[in-house]
């Protein structure tokens, strides 16, 4: 076994604060905490229609992906714990209810490698919003955070029965402005942080689908949420993205951008996002956080999203279908590549094959209008 600084860390807090003792999954819970599970969707088997490649690389959603969305709901956990930022949820019998974490039933680690934090007790109810990967990222707030908000009303639930709200810092004005939208008071949040909350009741919920699968029920529900069911949809929209994982040779495809009448979406310049992308005709993205934005499309909304070959995931294709969009994308070369089975994400910029992507475009937008009414006749 390989010791680390991290591994020695953990182990100190560990002793100092304790941990979990043994892992639980849903099914489990339900059957011997009866009065504390709630079911809020049933199990559900999607009808996915298959994306559309351009290009010669193959991303193979299909394999990736759970037959089936599970059982989703709520757990009530008396003198129930919230382990730091994550938000995964502990009984006081120790029991780690990990399939509500992010990982779901692929959970990756053992019980006794998990550290409470340092123990910060708060009395009455604390709901917990919190997710993985979720403090500081647009994404993951909106869809996982804000989701598990979904589930919670869903069941019939009031944030006015809530003592406390558990959720990372809104990264973003946009997602400030959806946790007030969904009614969560601010005044009883508590920051996601390092720290273990203990309360007399913990509300946790199930994850609001699964890893890097998004259900339709829960698309619908920020359509809802954002109004944007009436606008009309004109716009052809390119989401570019910053930070690793850029199109090393943007510039490359910036005439056929130009060409097909594309404007470069830029957050900072927009106030209202959902509005923006319900205006879209087609979007054009590279993978990112900005791509989350394909929640408020339309039906009918065409999509073309750009992979880099060492990160090639199923996010904006689960998305795009449960919004009733026509997904379509080409995987780039990226520019190096990680041991296969590397978690986590690739740092490496890629490359769109320039004459492959104004074909894509070609075709698009060559068809677009006909496709658009025959979805939405298909969704009547």
């Known amino acids: 076994m390989r010791i680390t600084r991290q591994s020695i860390h953990r182990a100190l807090r560990v002793i100092a604060y304790g941990g979990p003792k043994r892992l639980c999954d849903n ?3 339900a059957r011997t905490h009866p009065e504390a599970w709630t079911k809020v969707i049933d ?9 559309v490649k351009f290009g010669t ?4 959603f299909e394999s990736m992906l759970p037959a089936a969305f599970p059982e989703m709901g709520l757990v009530t956990l008396a003198h129930g714990r919230i382990i730091g930022p994550h938000g995964w949820l502990v009984s006081a019998d120790g029991s780690l209810l990990h399939e509500n974490s992010w990982y779901g039933a692929e959970y990756p680690t053992k019980p006794w490698k998990i550290a409470y934090g340092k123990r910060r007790a708060v009395k009455g109810t604390c709901l917990s919003l919190a997710s993985d990967f979720a403090i500081g990222n647009y994404g993951h707030f ?7 908000a979904a589930l919670f009303l ?8 809530i003592d406390h709200v558990y959720i990372p810092r809104p990264p973003s004005p946009t997602t400030e402005a959806f946790l007030r939208a969904i009614g969560v008071p601010l005044e009883k949040c508590i920051w996601a942080e390092e720290s273990c ?29 954002a109004g944007t069911d009436a606008k009309r949809a004109h716009r052809r929209i390119y989401v570019p993205r910053t ?14 951008l130009d060409r097909f009448g594309f404007e470069t979406y830029d957050f900072r310049k ?23 934005n394909l929640i408020f499309c339309q039906p009918g909304t065409w999509v073309l999203e750009l992979l880099p070959s060492d990160h090639v995931w199923p996010y904006f294709y689960t998305i795009a279908d449960s919004a009733g969009a026509a997904y379509h994308y080409i995987v780039g070369n990226s520019l190096g590549s990680r041991p296969k089975g590397t978690f986590g994400p690739s740092p490496f910029d890629f490359v769109v094959d320039p004459a492959v992507f104004e074909s894509a475009l070609e075709t698009i937008c060559s068809d677009v209008p006909g496709a658009r009414s025959t979805m939405r006749l298909e969704q009547s």
């Open 43 to 51: 199990r559900e088997v999607p009808n996915r229609r298959p994306a």
């Open 27 to 29: 099914a489990t819970w």
């Open 154 to 161: 869903k069941a019939g639930r009031s944030f006015g029965e």
């Open 197 to 225: 909350i203990a309360a007399d009741t913990v509300i946790g919920t199930t994850f609001p689908g699964t890893r890097r699968n998004y259900p339709r029920w829960l698309i619908d529900f920020f359509r809802s949420l």
């Open 57 to 60: 690389i193959d991303a193979d």
């Open 270 to 292: 927009v106030d209202d996002e959902a509005a923006y992308f319900a205006e879209a005709e087609i979007v054009v993205g590279a993978h990112g956080a900005g791509m989350t």
């Open 243 to 256: 930070g690793p994982r850029q199109v090393r040779n943007e510039a490359e495809l910036r005439a056929a």
């Open 142 to 148: 909106i869809l996982d955070c804000l989701g598990r």
